[in-house]
């Protein structure tokens, strides 16, 4: 094996090498990009009574994927 051949590999290698890094960051990037958002707003309601106070609970799925086993 002659230099020229020992730079092709390691030119090769590189090119795979950096192929491989591209993949795995698109990937965690699309992961991040369609996890689902789940926000909860808690809202005072109006009572008739003031010793009685009555919230609601507001439960807003939003993003790309439904979320699924959500717990409060």
Same mark, same amino acid.
């Given at each position: 094996?002659?230099?020229?051949?020992?730079?092709?590999?390691?030119?090769?290698?590189?090119?795979?090498? !950096?192929?491989?890094?591209?993949?795995? !960051?698109?990937?965690?990037?699309?992961?991040?990009?369609?996890?689902?958002?789940?926000?909860?707003? !808690?809202?005072?309601?109006?009572?008739?009574?003031?010793?009685?106070?009555?919230?609601?609970? !507001?439960?807003?799925?939003?993003?790309?994927?439904?979320?699924?086993?959500?717990?409060?």
């Amino acid at each position: 094996m002659d230099w020229m051949d020992v730079g092709k590999v390691g030119l090769s290698s590189a090119a795979f090498g !950096i192929s491989c890094l591209a993949l795995w !960051i698109s990937h965690r990037n699309w992961l991040r990009s369609n996890c689902p958002i789940v926000v909860a707003c !808690i809202e005072t309601a109006t009572t008739q009574d003031e010793a009685f106070i009555a919230y609601n609970l !507001i439960v807003v799925n939003t993003g790309n994927r439904p979320a699924v086993n959500v717990r409060l």
